[in-house]
């Protein structure tokens, strides 16, 4: 069956840095999109940033320009770089796939002090 699981979450100052990690597996990693989305407390989900299956990203304008997204096909993982962490920033963080159906990651925190 479809599996993610995030790792790389935790607490960092305002300024900072962090990098989060999808492992997958149950399914063909190459060939479909990936996405983080991020949930903060009394807020919707929303999306944060996605990568085609050939690589082509986009982001929430809230952080283009301090977010990268990437993904090795190689070891079926996708990932979060985070720069110039905000405040605001602060939520759990979950990657996502449609493949075979809409699945979730269980989340990893990030938790930006000012």
């Known amino acids: 069956q479809v599996q993610l699981v995030e790792s790389g979450g935790g607490l960092v100052q305002a300024g900072g840095s962090l990098r989060l990690s999808c492992a997958a597996s149950?399914?063909?990693?190459?060939?479909?999109?990936m996405a983080w989305y991020r949930q903060a407390p009394g807020k919707q989900r929303e999306v944060v940033a996605t990568?085609?299956?050939?690589?082509?990203?986009n982001y929430v304008d809230s952080v283009k320009g301090r977010f990268t997204i990437s993904r090795d096909n190689a070891k079926n993982t996708v990932s979060l770089q985070m720069n110039g962490l905000k405040p605001e920033d602060t939520a759990v963080y979950y990657c996502?796939?449609?493949?075979?159906?809409?699945?979730w990651g269980p989340g990893t925190q990030v938790t930006v002090s000012s």
């Open positions: 990568i085609t299956s050939g690589g082509y990203s």
């Open positions: 996502y796939t449609n493949a075979r159906g809409a699945y």
């Open positions: 149950g399914f063909i990693f190459r060939m479909n999109a």
